[in-house]
């Protein structure tokens, strides 16, 4: 099996375990903002520790970024952080489950984006495998009923604010896959690992300042709240950086279109959680929706 499968089958499972993690943070008066900014927070020293210590084994230095990796980092960090905003802007959404099903053009919209700014392309079959699995994830949003939405689906629905924000959400989030990728291979290292880790890095540092700066002038006393709640806040950093480690080992060695594609596998992942771990009930068309993105995922490990 490719290494990239490997590496983005790791990353999908741990970033769902990060997403159980903060989903406790809940109660611990932390607003979506202050979970964020933990996840970025506990990040820097593991990862800046990683790539110091990779930088000194390799016995090179220091490796030349081009000028494109800082256009790549901010783009790719940005588009995280407000794509985030964004997705998490739908909860007030009356059309929520249209919303939602919008951000899932993620994956065709970074077909487009590799395309555009990094002039890679996806076969034929890859396209296939990927609208299939675009729309297994319709089928799963279309069922979901969440913060008391019912999943309803109508005319005026399609034409309204919360198609807006997951249009947005997902353009922003495949500008993020596109830009970690881009800043990945612009880092001058034949070692793919030293390569992803000096970049997660580096994106980190640049979303902690952004998150920090965010919180202090809109949410102040959020910072220290993350900070009191170590205890909690602190394995989902960890995971975080795990995670995050591995999507950009994957987008190294691999086109971001499949990679984040393939990363789909967390829905999977997060079902099964959400079934064994929170006791939440499964719904027919659930079932019939990861049924869908299972045949895409084989079909994009064929295709690629």
Known sequence: MEPWILVTLAASAIQ?????LQKRLRGLGLSTGGATFS???YAVPLAGAGALALIAASGQGMPD???RFWLFAVAGGMGQIVGTFCTVALFSERSFAVGIAFTKTETLLTVGFSWLFLGEVVSLPGLV???IGVAGVLVLSRGNAIAGKPATWSLRG???RAMALGLLAGA?????AVGYRGATLAVASGDVVLRAVLALALVTVFQTVVMGLWLIWREPGQISRVLRAWRATGPV???????SFGWFVAFGLQNAAYVRALGQVELV??????ILWFREKSTWSEGAGIALLLISLVLIVLAA
């Open 16 to 20: 769902t375990l990060r997403f159980s």
């Open 39 to 41: 996840r970025f927070l």
């Open 65 to 67: 970024l081009a000028p």
């Open 129 to 131: 495998a990927i609208l």
């Open 158 to 160: 399609l034409f309204s």
């Open 172 to 176: 922003l989030l495949g500008v993020a």
């Open 237 to 243: 950093g960890v995971t975080g950086v795990a995670g």
């Open 269 to 274: 992942f997060g079902l099964v959680v959400s």
